[in-house]
Every structure is written in structure tokens, then in C-alpha cells.
């Protein structure tokens, strides 16, 4: 397996990824927009990384380094999108993921690695606990379109 950062004209691959995951259907975007949002994560410090095994991608997720005025001005990260194909569930993918993210926060010199899941199965919590993520604090949203 390899986790790298996608490849612009591998993106609509992601695209499908996100289409598997348990919640509502957005509305479809065409590839040369899902390009140009790409681009977008990119300009804003971010990063959307796959998995990749024998060729295919078959997990991802997004990551954000925040500059940061506490903390003597280190920058914290944060994790969104981190779906795996249903076919590639359970083989510890998301595991190596999540180590992945963890690695390149601090890399960039992050004082924290931060998500939120609105998950509601406790597989779903229990996972990322045993990826390092503690449920310690609360986590609130204002959310416009939902």
C-alpha cells in the first residue's frame, strides 16, 4: 500500500469514495470542478491523501495545517473525509491513514492533530480511539446548508 497525495487527474476517483460513505448524496460536481477545489485545499495549506493498493485508490482523506497565534505560533491540523471503499473496509487501511496524518502533522510541526466524526456507531468512535484520538472535549458546528 501507498498513501500519497492524489493526483490531479486521479481525483474523480475520490469523488466515488465519498459517494460510498453512509450519509445524504450531495450534489455532483464535474471533475474539472473537483480539480479546481483540489487546487483550492492546496492554496489553503491542505492536502487530500490516498491510499493506493495495486493501483487503485481505495481510501482518502483530507488534511488542513491551521496557523495559529496560540502555542508559541505552532499550526494545528485537521482531518475531514476519511472514508475508506467498502471493499477495502477492515484491512487496517484507515489505521495507516490515521498514522499517516499523524506523522505529516507533525512533520509540519503541529502541536495538535484534531477531527470530528458525527459518527454514531461506536465501531466508528472506537476506531479512531485506537488510532490515538481521545474524546475529551466537546465539539461544536454552525452548519449553513444541512
Known sequence: MEIAPVP????????????????????????????SVLQRIRD?????????VD???????????CQNLTRSGRPFALVENVIGAPTHRRQRIGTALMEHARSYA???????????SGAKREETRSFYESCGFSCDKWGYQIRFDA
Open 8 to 35: 490531479a487527474d486521479r481525483i474523480v476517483e475520490v469523488m466515488r469514495i465519498h459517494d460510498t460513505f453512509d450519509r445524504p448524496r450531495d450534489e455532483p460536481i464535474s471533475p474539472e470542478a473537483a480539480r
Open 44 to 52: 489553503q495549506s491542505g492536502e487530500v491523501f490516498v491510499a493506493i
Open 55 to 65: 493501483g487503485a485508490i481505495v481510501a482518502t482523506y483530507t488534511i488542513y495545517i
Open 106 to 116: 507533525r512533520d509540519k510541526g503541529c502541536y495538535k492533530l484534531t477531527l470530528q
